[in-house]
T-cell receptor, first 115, second 113 residues
Framework: NAGVTQTPKFQVLKTGQSMTLQCAQDMNHNSMYWYRQDPGMGLRLIYYSASEGTTDKGEVPNGYNVSRLNKREFSLRLESAAPSQTSVYFC??????????????FGSGTQLSVL | KQEVTQIPAALSVPEGENLVLNCSFTDSAIYNLQWFRQDPGKGLTSLLLIQSSQREQTSGRLNASLDKSSGRSTLYIAASQPGDSATYLCAVDHDTGFQKLVFGTGTRLLVSP
């Protein structure tokens, strides 16, 4: 019963470096999401994928790219990391039946520091 | 723009107390409201989801109510236990066609033995 798995759990980058955060779910969910959590601001949606093959911007997409590799996997890429991207990143998934009343299932997060 | 506020930011109670956490939102045109629990260093776990047509949902010692017209929700925890210590977040789904949750900043709860 793995649920939503994120890697890595911790990462330190220098300004300008790139990296990809990985996320995989084993619940056969159609929809996947990336959020960031910053102190005092709550979670904010970066990108989401309603179904395999589609991706859309959320509230704070600048500086990020995503790839929905297949139904299980949804990755988040920072092309040129900036200190403002220091945050905790969460991946989530939901059944995605086009209904709006669905619970989200979250991974345990990636704590990213950009120096 | 939808904004979600949670008061208080932190709460400390002795074990056994009943307690209420508050959540307010500025735009009443929501599809649902969810309450989540977050343990330190962990992800979020969905506790309760209240659809816009519903007034409340219950799960064990938890009861969540929704007053959409006034933009308020409460999470009631009965007979609190130390294991309830965590941060509780509420989130509203206010967009059409797809879930785009707007989160509050959470209430950090500490239940002392």
């Amino acid at each position: 019963n793995a649920g939503v798995t994120q890697t890595p759990k911790f990462q330190v980058l220098k300004t300008g470096q790139s990296m990809t955060l990985q996320c995989a779910q084993d619940m056969n969910h159609n929809s996947m999401y990336w959020y960031r959590q910053d102190p005092g601001m709550g979670l904010r949606l970066i990108y989401y994928s309603a179904s395999e093959g589609t991706t859309d911007k959320g509230e704070v997409p600048n500086g990020y790219n995503v790839s929905r590799l297949n139904k299980r996997e949804f990755s988040l890429r920072l092309e040129s990391a900036a200190p403002s991207q220091t945050s905790v990143y969460f991946c989530a998934s939901s059944i995605g039946t086009a209904a709006t009343n669905e619970k989200l299932f979250f991974g345990s997060g990636t704590q990213l520091s950009v120096l | 723009k939808q904004e979600v506020t949670q008061i208080p930011a932190a709460l400390s109670v002795p074990e056994g107390e009943n307690l209420v956490l508050n959540c307010s939102f500025t735009d009443s045109a929501i599809y649902n409201l969810q309450w989540f629990r977050q343990d330190p260093g962990k992800g979020l776990t969905s506790l309760l989801l209240i659809q816009s047509s519903q007034r409340e949902q219950t799960s064990g010692r938890l009861n969540a109510s929704l007053d959409k017209s006034s933009g308020r929700s409460t999470l009631y925890i009965a007979a609190s236990q130390p294991g309830d210590s965590a941060t509780y977040l509420c989130a509203v789904d206010h967009d059409t066609g797809f879930q785009k949750l707007v989160f509050g900043t959470g209430t950090r709860l500490l239940v002392s033995p």
